[in-house]
């Protein structure tokens, strides 16, 4: 069975590259989480919940059977145990934005 949103995201335009991307509310404040549409569907087909927070300053979600993981890394494919030695870094040095061009790995 799904997950079920508990608060809905909305989607907005970047001013800089006229991209659109979703803003994903984070549970426990006030912020949002910035992540392509094509991304957030990617997300949530693989079983994991659209109920975001932050953890550690993390973007992380839930799945059961599957337990916690940061977005970044399920973004990338990045979410089997032999992943663990590979860093994912955040150009902007912001860890609320998802979008592809703000993830590098390491």
């Known amino acids: 069975m799904p997950y079920e949103a508990l608060r809905p995201t909305d989607t907005t335009i970047d001013d800089r590259t006229g991209q659109t991307f979703l803003r994903v509310p984070l549970a426990n404040s006030d912020r949002f989480a910035r992540i392509s549409p ?3 569907q990617r997300v949530l087909a ?6 975001w927070y932050l953890h550690l300053g993390y ?10 993981a940061r977005v970044a890394r399920i973004i990338l494919g990045l979410t ?4 663990r030695s590979v ?3 955040y150009v902007s040095g912001d860890h609320t934005d998802l979008r592809r061009m703000n993830l590098t790995t390491r």
């Open 80 to 83: 089997s145990p032999q992943d």
């Open 87 to 89: 860093r994912v870094s």
């Open 46 to 51: 693989t079983g994991f919940s659209p109920n």
């Open 59 to 68: 973007v992380t979600t839930y799945a059961k059977g599957r337990g916690h």
């Open 38 to 40: 094509q991304d957030h």
